[in-house]
C-alpha cells in the first residue's frame, strides 16, 4: 500500500513536469504570434497614404510568409476585410478592437482547414491588423514530447471547450462538458476538473474519458486568452509503470537477497569451517592421535591463526613425546649416558628437568650398587684367601677356634666383616 500511494505520488509529479514542458513551448509559440501581429501593426507602411493597396498587399504578403501566417490582412472596425471572414463577432476581434493582442480559438477555414487567428489594433487609424495561421504550430509542440501509449497533451479555452487535442475533430466539434455532467454523472468530475482549469489552478485531477479512469496534470498558459493545457494519462498505464517498477524492484531484491545468501553462506563456511575442522582435530588429539595432519586453512585471519596454533600444539607435542621416548628406550636398553636433544619451552621444561634427575638418579643408584658389588667381591675375596691360607696350615699348627662368627652390616655400602675368636688355644 505505501509502496503504491509513493508510485502514485511520482506519477502526479512527472505529470506535472510534462504539463509545465507543454505550457513552456505553447507559451513561446503563442507569444512569437502576438508579437509578431504587434510589430506588423505599428509599421508605418500600413498607414501611409502614399504606399498603394497593390505595394501594401505584397508587404504584407511577404511579411506573413516571413513570420509563419498563411496571410496577413487589415479590416475596419466593422470587421469587414478583403478575404471575406466575419469578424464582428469574433471574440479575438473585439479584444484587439479594445487594444488587447489575442489569439482566438481554431476553427475551420474556408478551405476546411484548423486555424487560428490573432489581431492587433494599428495606432493611428481604426483599422486592425489580422493574420492566420495553421493549428500545425500547435499540434508540432504537442507532437515533441512522447507520454506513454495512451498518454497525450490538450487545452482547453476559458469557456472550458478543447483548443488543443492529438484528435482535430475533438477541436472542430468541442464537447461540453458542463452539460454532459448534468445529463451523466460519471462526466462531473471531468467537468469539476474543467472547472479548475478555468479558473487557473495548477494541479492533477481525474477524469473518466472513453470509460477509462485517467489522470491529470494541468497549468495555466500565459496570456489574455484564459487557456489551460493539461496532460492526461490512463491510471492503467500508470499503475502498469508502477506494476514494472514494483516488479524490477521485487526482482532487484531479490537478486540481492541471494546475493547476500551466498556471501553469507561463504563468509559463515569462512568463519565456522576453522572452527569444525579444530574441534574434530583436537577431538582427534583427545584419543591420543597425533599423526593425522591438520587440514590447512588459507588467510590471516582468527580462523587461520587457530589452525596454525593447533598444528604448532600437535608438533610440539610430537617432539616431546618422541624425545621422552627416546630417553625412555635408552634407559631401557641400560644407556644412562642419554640426554634430551630437544629444547623444551614454557611449562614442559619441568618434564625435560624431571627426566635429567631421573636419569641422574639411576646413575646414582647403579653407581652405589656397583661399588657395593665391587666391596663384596673384595671381602669375598679375602675370605677365601683366609680359607686357602688355613688350608696350607699344618693341623699341628693350626689354632684351635671355639667359633667363627661373621657378621653383616644391614648396608650393602658399609659391608663389613667380624671375626671373634673367642677361646685360642695357646701352642
Known amino acids: 500500500m505505501l509502496y503504491y500511494k509513493s508510485s502514485m505520488a511520482q506519477e502526479e509529479a512527472t505529470s506535472s513536469s510534462l504539463v509545465s514542458a507543454y505550457s513552456q513551448g505553447l507559451n513561446i509559440v503563442m507569444e512569437s504570434y502576438r508579437s509578431a501581429i504587434q510589430d506588423e501593426a505599428a509599421r508605418s507602411e500600413l498607414t501611409d497614404p502614399e504606399v498603394s493597396t497593390q505595394a501594401l498587399q505584397q508587404y504584407l504578403t511577404e511579411e506573413a510568409k516571413q513570420n509563419g501566417f498563411n496571410y496577413l490582412a487589415i479590416a475596419d472596425a466593422q470587421g469587414s476585410n478583403t478575404h471575406g471572414v466575419a469578424l464582428a463577432d469574433q471574440t479575438f476581434f473585439q479584444q484587439a478592437k479594445s487594444g488587447q493582442t489575442y489569439i482566438s480559438s481554431p476553427a475551420l477555414n474556408s478551405a476546411q482547414e484548423l486555424v487560428l487567428y490573432v489581431a492587433a489594433s494599428i495606432p493611428g487609424s481604426n483599422g486592425l491588423l489580422y493574420g492566420e495561421f495553421p493549428y500545425t504550430v ?155 595432519e591438520v587440514e590447512p586453512v588459507k588467510g590471516k585471519d582468527e580462523g587461520a ?18 624425545d621422552i621416548s627416546s630417553i625412555l628406550h635408552s634407559v631401557a636398553e641400560k644407556d644412562l649416558t642419554v640426554t634430551s636433544s630437544v629444547e623444551y619451552s614454557g611449562d614442559f621444561v619441568s618434564i625435560q628437568s624431571a627426566l635429567e634427575k631421573i636419569v641422574q638418579s639411576l646413575n646414582g643408584t647403579l653407581e652405589q650398587i656397583s661399588q657395593s658389588t665391587a666391596q663384596v667381591r673384595s671381602g669375598a675375596e679375602q675370605v677365601a684367601l683366609g680359607g686357602q691360607n688355613l688350608a696350607e696350615t699344618p693341623p699341628s699348627r693350626r689354632p684351635r677356634r671355639s667359633g667363627l662368627k661373621i657378621r653383616w652390616s644391614s648396608s650393602p655400602s658399609k659391608f663389613r666383616r667380624r671375626r671373634t675368636i673367642p677361646n685360642l688355644c695357646r701352642i
Open 138 to 292: 500547435f499540434s508540432d509542440v504537442l507532437d515533441q514530447i512522447k507520454i506513454g501509449e495512451n498518454g497525450y497533451a490538450f487545452g482547453i479555452n476559458a469557456d472550458g471547450f478543447t483548443v488543443l487535442h492529438p484528435d482535430v475533430t475533438n477541436i472542430a466539434d468541442p464537447v461540453n462538458y458542463f452539460e454532459l455532467a448534468e445529463k451523466d454523472p460519471s462526466y462531473a468530475p471531468t467537468a469539476a476538473m474543467f472547472k479548475r482549469m478555468i479558473s487557473g489552478e495548477t494541479g492533477i485531477g481525474y477524469s473518466y474519458y472513453n470509460g477509462v479512469r485517467r489522470m491529470v496534470g494541468f497549468t495555466p498558459l500565459d496570456g489574455p486568452e484564459g487557456w489551460s493545457i493539461a496532460v492526461t494519462r490512463p491510471l492503467t498505464q500508470v499503475e502498469q509503470n508502477a506494476k514494472i517498477t514494483l516488479a524490477f524492484c521485487v526482482g532487484t531484491g531479490l537478486v540481492l537477497l541471494l546475493i547476500s545468501i551466498i556471501f553469507t553462506r561463504i563468509f559463515s563456511q569462512m568463519i565456522t569451517r576453522p572452527i569444525v575442522l579444530a574441534t574434530r582435530r583436537l577431538e582427534l588429539l583427545e584419543q591420543g592421535d597425533l599423526q593425522t
Open 305 to 322: 591463526r587457530l589452525m596454525t596454533a593447533i598444528q604448532n600444539t600437535i608438533h610440539g607435542l610430537q617432539t616431546y613425546i618422541g
